[in-house]
């Protein structure tokens, strides 16, 4: 449908019906609204647009060519009414939203103004109590010092006291430039930090301030370079840091970057880099955290786990600080010459009797004092051959050796080895002839042996002092004191007491009640009773001391032995002992002396090239083991036993001790025990209840010991059963073939004289033609005549037959021998 203007008008569906609203367009914009009514068409404006002039309403609608056929005139004012309705509601909501948006930013502007003035008045409330906290201050300073002239100047007192009482001070007037600093200062700044940091102090508590937090001055300085760097337009860069990085051989990568203050991605990026695909939780060697450390700018500093010992390093003594200390001497030579017995006669005691046997079986440690006051030490060492080490240890910790041989027995195995220990520790040496009192007493026979070895006495010409002495009686124990006491003050032995302690283990056992228990000579130093140390493997801190007689001790200072309590472990005969500052450090210490000592042994264990896994494994074919488990009372005793347990053996046979340990036997020993199948040792110890029955159930053997001698012997007899017996054959006879039968039913037989010896039906036999051996067996028969025989004698004839053999010819030899088995035994 279209106008007569030729506007397009679109109708409803349908057609054009009366009274329908149509909407006219002209180039695709909306212009005039038509309303069409059944006799009136009205064009009604468009909100916004100019509206025809006219001088009046009424006129306006009563006027035939502008409004619509079909619209009546009611109806006409009715849509004008609802499209001026409409148009003063959207000019409401635009009203509306206006006021809206007004009221929400004054509300933002008078929130930013409380916070600003909330914060500006925390600030001034900070500096209030600053100023009152700095006021306070000097008035308390002005106090002290009118009361100290007070003191000083008697007179001025009343002047004084009228001065000190304290005037009130203004606070002065903040300006207004202060304040506008402070406003552009706090300004942006969030509550949060107004908070309290660090500790609080009695004038922040009196004045009712919660303090505040201020930026240091190091803060200060970053800022204003910063805000300098800005200004002058370059870049504000960090200055780098060189760092010196630890390196140790292997190293995490987190923990690289963590030494070197970088980011870990950047690490993880340079290692990629250089083709490493790693994680942060991954290690690298050290040379590649070396490169890697180059790369950023740092220095290396290479370490390693052997450094944790550094703190235990050697200190040079100042010789001032030196002062004399006692000899340590030690006692030494063969089994029974009357070691111990001399030493008890010295300090008029009878510790012999409470040894097994009669025998000494560990270092014993003693202080005694002479009769001229001065304080010796003495080391008492067993002569049994097995104890070796525990003389090198005696030796070793020693100033002055004394040689002790039996003037009736002269020089032994033992004494020959005692010289060659006092020869390799370079310590002097005393000889004692012992047993001086007995009728077979020969000394000038001790001192010619002696020169065999390169000891020559006084008595002989040469530089070793020799005393004849007898433990039994007394007779010659002066003059061998007299003889210590002079050698000990040309050695001018000294020490620094007032330094950490250093000492020597001489013994060491696990007691039942008061634990690991270690027998110290302290060497430098002072040992005091709380000192934390380190020895060997083993860490602890000294919870009790006691000396040689059992009484409790507070410290003990150079030359001095004790009984140590207080270690976490049973520490190795012969370690040293070192006092540390912390806890930390002896653990730290203790694990890398563990650690290397388990890597040490799986080295020493594992076979590296496959000639030495063949001829382990031929060995592990061949000889059998005897398999035992050693406990003994004390670390030295344990230690000697297992040594001479590896001595016992040979190519076909060995003994293995699966473990060594101090301390009653237990439980767990038993059930190692039943696991292998091996025999308990139990030297100086016994088994407890559990551990007994333990036994009893599982069928475990336990065998106690007290002497060393009978347990070497028992185990040398264990072990010569699991040799395979030596089979010997002895030759009884020859017979020579005369002439060879076939009998039917029995095949051939020979017709023999016996020539040499005899011949027996059980015996083994040897075919020999032309001398040489074509058969070797026994014999199916042997017949005399026509009757079976036991054996035929030398010169008769007899019939023989072989088993399971019949080549034999006229001429043939026959060799007749028996076997036998003899059982042998490791020497």
């Not at 200062?185 to 922040?204: M, W």
């Not at 300090?347 to 006051?373: C, L, P």
């Not at 634990?515 to 919870?543: C, H, M, S, Y």
């Amino acid at each position: 449908m279209s106008d007569s203007d030729g506007k397009k008008t679109l109708g409803l569906r349908g057609g054009a019906r009366p009274g329908s609203v149509k909407q006219s367009f002209s180039h695709g914009r909306t212009k005039n609204v038509v309303v069409e009514t059944k006799r009136k068409r009205v064009v009604v404006p468009k909100p916004g647009t100019a509206k025809p002039a006219a001088s009046s309403g009424s006129a306006q609608l009563g006027d035939p060519s502008r409004r619509p056929a079909g619209i009546s005139d009611a109806e006409m004012e009715r849509r004008l009414k609802a499209v001026q309705a409409a148009k003063a509601r959207e000019t409401e909501e635009i009203a509306k939203r206006a006021a809206d948006e007004k009221a929400r930013a004054e509300e933002r502007d008078r929130r930013r103004a409380e916070a600003e003035a909330k914060e500006r008045e925390e600030r001034e409330r900070e500096e209030r109590a600053k100023a009152k906290a700095e006021e306070e201050e000097r008035q308390r300073k002005e106090t002290e010092e009118k009361a100290r002239r007070a003191a000083t100047e008697p007179a001025a007192a009343p002047a004084v006291e009228k001065d000190t009482r304290a005037k009130p001070v203004s606070t002065p007037r903040k300006t207004d430039r202060d304040r506008d600093d402070r406003n552009r200062s706090g300004k942006g700044r969030s509550d949060d930090n107004n908070r309290r940091s660090g500790k609080l102090t009695l004038n922040q508590a009196l004045s009712g301030g919660e303090g505040g937090r201020q930026r240091s001055m190091a803060a200060m300085k970053r800022k204003q370079e910063r805000a300098r760097q800005k200004a002058m337009g370059g870049s504000v860069e960090r200055e780098k840091v060189v760092r010196d990085v630890q390196l140790p051989e292997t190293i995490v990568v987190s923990e690289l970057a963590n030494r070197m203050a970088e980011r870990v991605g950047e690490v993880v990026k340079s290692l990629m880099q250089m083709g490493m695909m790693v994680t942060q939780n991954q290690s690298i060697d050290a040379d590649t955290a070396e490169l890697i450390i180059e790369e950023f700018g740092h220095k290396v500093v290479r370490v390693s786990d052997a450094d944790v010992e550094d703190v235990i390093a050697q200190i040079v003594d100042d010789e001032k600080d030196l002062k004399p200390r006692p000899p340590v001497i030690t006692v030494m030579g063969h089994v029974d010459h009357g070691k111990t017995s001399l030493l008890d006669a010295i300090r008029n005691a009878n510790v012999t009797s409470g040894e097994a046997g009669g025998i000494t079986q560990h270092i014993g440690a003693y202080q005694v004092k002479a009769s001229d006051g001065q304080i010796l030490t003495f080391l008492d060492t067993p002569g049994h051959a097995a104890f070796t080490s525990m003389r090198s240890r005696g030796a070793q910790v020693t100033d002055i050796v004394v040689l002790v041989v039996a003037a009736d027995d002269a020089v032994m195995p033992q004494t020959v080895e005692a010289i060659n220990h006092a020869k390799a520790a370079e310590v002097p040496m005393i000889v004692a002839i012992n047993k001086i009192d007995k009728p077979e007493a020969n000394p000038d026979k001790v001192r010619t042996d002696l020169l065999q070895h390169e000891v020559i006495v006084e008595k002989m010409s040469g530089e070793v002092q020799d005393v004849e002495v007898s433990a039994i009686s007394g007779q010659g124990l002066d003059q061998l004191l007299e003889a210590i006491a002079l050698q000990a003050e040309l050695l001018e032995l000294q020490s620094n007491p007032d330094r950490a302690a250093q000492g020597a283990v001489i013994e060491a056992q696990l007691d039942v009640g008061r634990g690991p228990v270690a027998t110290v000579l302290v060497q430098n130093g002072t040992l005091r009773q709380g000192d934390i140390f380190v020895v060997g493997e083993q860490w602890g801190k000294v919870r009790a001391m006691e000396n040689d007689k059992g009484d409790r001790v507070k410290e003990a200072g150079p030359s001095v032995p004790v009984e140590v309590l207080g270690l976490n472990g049973t520490p190795e005969a012969g370690d040293v002992l070192n006092v540390v500052d912390t806890e930390a450090q002896a653990r730290e210490i203790a694990e890398y002396r563990e650690q290397a000592a388990k890597d040490k042994r799986a080295a020493a264990g594992a076979a590296t090239t496959l000639d030495q896994l063949l001829a382990k494994a031929k060995a592990d074919e061949t000889v059998s083991e005897l398999p035992i488990l050693v406990k003994a009372d004390v670390q030295g005793s344990a230690e000697a036993i297992v040594q001479a347990m590896e001595k016992i053996g040979n190519d076909e046979v060995r003994v293995r001790v699966l473990h060594s340990g101090v301390g009653a036997i237990t439980e767990s020993d038993i059930g190692l025990a039943e696991a292998s199948g091996a025999p308990v040792i139990g030297f100086n110890v016994r088994a407890n209840a559990p551990a007994r029955n333990s036994a009893n159930q599982k069928g475990v053997e336990i065998r106690y010991y007290s002497v060393i001698y009978d347990l070497v012997d028992d185990v040398k007899a264990a072990a010569s059963g699991l040799l395979s017996a030596e089979v010997r054959e002895n030759f009884i006879g020859y017979a020579s073939i005369k002439e060879v039968f076939k009998v039917s039913g029995v095949g051939k037989v020979a017709g023999c004289l016996v020539t040499e010896g005899v011949a027996r039906r059980s015996a083994g036999v040897r075919l020999l033609r032309d001398d040489v051996v074509i058969h070797e067996g026994t014999l199916k028969t042997l017949k005399r005549f026509k009757d079976e025989v036991a054996e035929v004698q030398s010169g008769q004839e007899c019939g023989m037959a072989f088993e399971n053999y019949e080549d034999i010819r006229e001429g043939d030899v026959i060799e007749i021998f028996e076997r036998e088995e003899v059982t042998r035994t490791l020497s």
